[in-house]
T-cell receptor
Framework: RKEVEQDPGPFNVPEGATVAFNCTYS??????FFWYRQDCRKEPKLLMS???SGNEDGRFTAQLNRASQYISLLIRDSKLSDSATYLC??????????FGSGTQLTVLP | GAVVSQHPSRVICKSGTSVKIECRSL??????MFWYRQFPKKSLMLMAT?????????EQGVEKDKFLINHASLTLSTLTVTSAHPEDSSFYIC??????????????FGPGTRLLVL
């Protein structure tokens, strides 16, 4: 079983749509959780950290369920510029990051 | 935000040659840097953790004699792919960790180096 699993997609949605991505992790000792965004042929960039209480940053909402070992990202009012691959990332007790394989999103005009 | 640079951004080499990739933290000191590899449509896979002034820690399955890592200063780590072969062609990305354990540490990624071995 992979340490971090994501639905690879692709998700093709129209502009303005709401889209949700899910992620599960296998190591219950994982300590920190993040969503990164990676554009084609570029390095990953931190989108947002994920906290147990849930957190929001503009159109983006992240949720964490430690009991289910489940992380989600919700994007509202999708923009063309949101097209990218979204990586679910988990940091363990050794402080190393483990990346999911990513979910590809294409927002269509 | 902090900046991490990588050089070169792209390299094409012949099979059997060695390629050195540099990773620099430009505005902070990084005692720990990481080297990742990403194949097309795959996730980033950690290759090794580079510690300033000591030997790198390699992940299982990564040959330390093939992927030489040197972290000679607090702002520079290098990865040398020795005797490169076509299967080593990949996107190599470094990251530098800023902050101490217990604080809000963050990893900043370099822009990556695309290696093509002919």
């Amino acid at each position: 079983r992979k340490e971090v699993e994501q639905d690879p997609g692709p998700f093709n949605v129209p502009e303005g749509a709401t889209v949700a991505f899910n992620c599960t992790y296998s190591n219950s000792a994982s300590q920190s959780f993040f969503w990164y965004r990676q554009d084609c042929r570029k390095e990953p960039k931190l989108l947002m950290s994920v906290y147990s209480s849930g957190n929001e940053d503009g159109r983006f909402t992240a949720q964490l369920n430690r009991a289910s070992q489940y992380i989600s990202l919700l994007i509202r009012d999708s923009k063309l510029s949101d097209s990218a691959t979204y990586l679910c990332v988990v940091r363990g007790s050794a402080r190393q990051l483990t990346f999911g394989s990513g979910t590809q999103l294409t927002v269509l005009p | 935000g902090a900046v991490v640079s990588q050089h070169p951004s792209r390299v094409i080499c012949k099979s059997g040659t060695s390629v050195k990739i540099e990773c620099r933290s430009l505005d902070f000191q990084a005692t720990t840097m990481f080297w990742y590899r990403q194949f097309p449509k795959k996730s980033l896979m950690l290759m090794a953790t580079s510690n300033e002034g000591s030997k790198a820690t390699y992940e299982q399955g990564v040959e330390k004699d093939k992927f030489l890592i040197n972290h000679a200063s607090l702002t520079l780590s290098t990865l040398t792919v020795t005797s490169a072969h076509p299967e080593d062609s990949s996107f190599y990305i470094c990251s530098a960790r800023r902050g101490l354990a217990g604080e809000m540490e963050t990893q900043y990624f370099g822009p990556g180096t695309r290696l093509l071995v002919l």
